[in-house]
């Protein structure tokens, strides 16, 4: 064979090989979006997917890597060997990697999926970019003493959530929710060593301040949560019954509303596990007036300019209602509380939709009114549950300024 005809026969297999190659990369950029790739590598005005986004642990601070096929600082050494054993092990090539990489979750993710993400993060631009090192105490600085934590707390055999006798979309549900989505990495409660505590798979868990609320179906139904409203919710952020605020407005922003309606059914669906609604049981204004006097004062004082009067809110856009609002009428008060003591940023989602923020007033309401407020909007539009006390508030209080979280309006 002549040099000219093995050069075109080589030209050939490799467009021949770009041509297969390109519909996997693009398979794989809605994946990166189902798996929300880019919020967690990618810091406050960095380049995207090039890591140095800060984690703040129980054990110190982790940082992101660099996920862009940079030879030097990012993953373009790897093998689709390599990039699946990351995935799916969390091995990378210096070590165990910290379970903040949710492998303990990506394990559930199909080879197919896995050589698709690969083929698209290898076709972005490379971006040189060497993250910080992580800052943590000891022993947690010690990397190879994650391979004891795993052999406590990963189990790569574990199975998905029995789908058998379900429907299509419930199963296309649990492996978005369950594996793409890692939605349990953030919304199950962790144990000391900050491992998921599967037989709680998705009760909820105080993360950045916030409460990674409850989505398991009877707690989302018992809030009134319904299909309409959570399609709403996930894909543009705001519904009469709830906002997205934190970490979670990002995972709408850079994930759930790239989702085709397909998939976004399919998670609903999962999520209310087709279960019926339950009644509701409402709030009175009038008993919760008479029972709380005060916190209806400092509601007329501090929020009724935005929330209205009788609870109803503005627009959407500007400040939601408080009668239907699923903070108010969820069992647990922590969101309640901790959006009056630390207030919220303004949200912009594009050109046309934009939320306003809101104040912070942990300097003009003491740990006793807040509790009062709280009763009072619990009672008034709520489904109950155990009254506030002031040392609930306190607890909070404390938490969120060993954080960090009050101050400027740390929102977000």
Same mark, same amino acid.
């Given at each position: 064979m002549g040099p000219v005809l093995r050069a075109a026969l080589l030209a050939g297999l490799f467009a021949c090989s770009v041509a297969l190659a390109q519909p996997l990369a693009d398979k794989g950029r809605y994946l990166a979006a189902a798996a929300d790739c880019v919020a967690c590598h990618t810091a406050?005005?960095?380049?995207?997917?090039? $890591? =140095? @986004? /800060?984690?703040?642990?129980?054990?110190?601070?982790?940082?992101?890597?660099? !996920?862009?096929?940079? %030879? %030097?600082?990012g993953i373009g050494n790897f093998s689709l060997g390599d990039f699946r054993a990351t995935m799916h092990r969390g091995k990378g090539p210096h070590g165990n990697l910290y379970p903040a990489m949710p492998y303990t979750s990506y394990y559930l993710v199909r080879d197919d999926d896995i050589e698709a993400l690969y083929r698209y993060f290898m076709q972005l631009p490379p971006v040189e970019n060497r993250p910080p090192a992580n800052r943590l105490v000891f022993p947690a600085n010690l990397r190879f003493g994650l391979g004891f934590w795993n052999w406590l707390y990963f189990d790569p055999d574990r199975p998905l959530p029995d789908g058998k006798g379900r429907s299509a979309q419930w199963r296309r549900g649990n492996y978005l929710v369950n594996a793409l989505g890692h939605c349990?990495?953030?919304?199950? /409660?962790?144990?000391? &060593?900050?491992?998921?505590?599967?037989?709680?798979?998705?009760?909820?868990?105080? +993360?950045? =301040?916030?409460? &990674?609320?409850? !989505?398991?179906? #009877?707690?989302? @139904?018992? #809030? $009134?949560?319904?299909?309409?409203?959570?399609? #709403? +919710?996930l894909t543009s952020g705001s519904s009469e019954r709830g906002t997205l605020f934190g970490e979670m407005f990002r995972v709408m922003q850079h994930s759930l509303r790239h989702l085709s309606?397909?998939?976004?059914?399919?998670? !609903?669906?999962? *999520?209310?596990?087709?279960?019926? &609604? *339950?009644?509701? %049981? @409402?709030?009175?204004?009038?008993?919760?007036?008479?029972?709380?006097?005060? =916190?209806?004062?400092?509601?007329?004082?501090y929020c009724a300019g935005c929330h209205g009067r009788a609870g109803a809110g503005i627009t959407l856009a500007f400040a939601p209602?408080?009668?239907?609002?699923?903070? !108010?009428?969820? +069992?647990? /008060?922590?969101?309640?509380i901790a959006v009056i003591l630390r207030g919220l940023p303004a949200q912009r989602l594009d050109r046309t939709r934009a939320r306003a923020g809101m104040p912070s007033f942990h300097r003009e309401l003491d740990d006793a009114r807040i509790a009062e407020l709280v009763n009072f909007m619990r009672g008034a539009w709520g489904s109950g549950g155990a009254g506030v006390t002031a040392e609930d508030v306190a607890r909070i209080r404390h938490r969120l300024d060993k954080e960090g979280y009050l101050g400027s309006n740390h929102g977000n």
């Open positions: 406050e005005n960095g380049r995207p997917f090039a $890591g =140095g @986004r /800060p984690f703040q642990t129980p054990f110190g601070t982790l940082y992101s890597t660099n !996920i862009t096929p940079d %030879k %030097k600082t349990g990495e953030c919304h199950t /409660p962790r144990n000391f &060593a900050q491992a998921m505590q599967f037989d709680r798979r998705f009760a909820g868990n105080v +993360l950045e =301040g916030w409460d &990674a609320v409850d !989505i398991r179906p #009877q707690s989302l @139904r018992r #809030q $009134g949560w319904d299909r309409e409203q959570l399609r #709403q +919710l309606d397909e998939d976004i059914d399919a998670v !609903i669906t999962f *999520l209310l596990d087709e279960s019926e &609604a *339950l009644p509701g %049981k @409402r709030g009175d204004v009038r008993q919760a007036t008479d029972r709380y006097g005060g =916190g209806r004062a400092d509601y007329v004082a209602g408080m009668d239907d609002n699923a903070a !108010i009428r969820a +069992l647990n /008060p922590h969101n309640a």
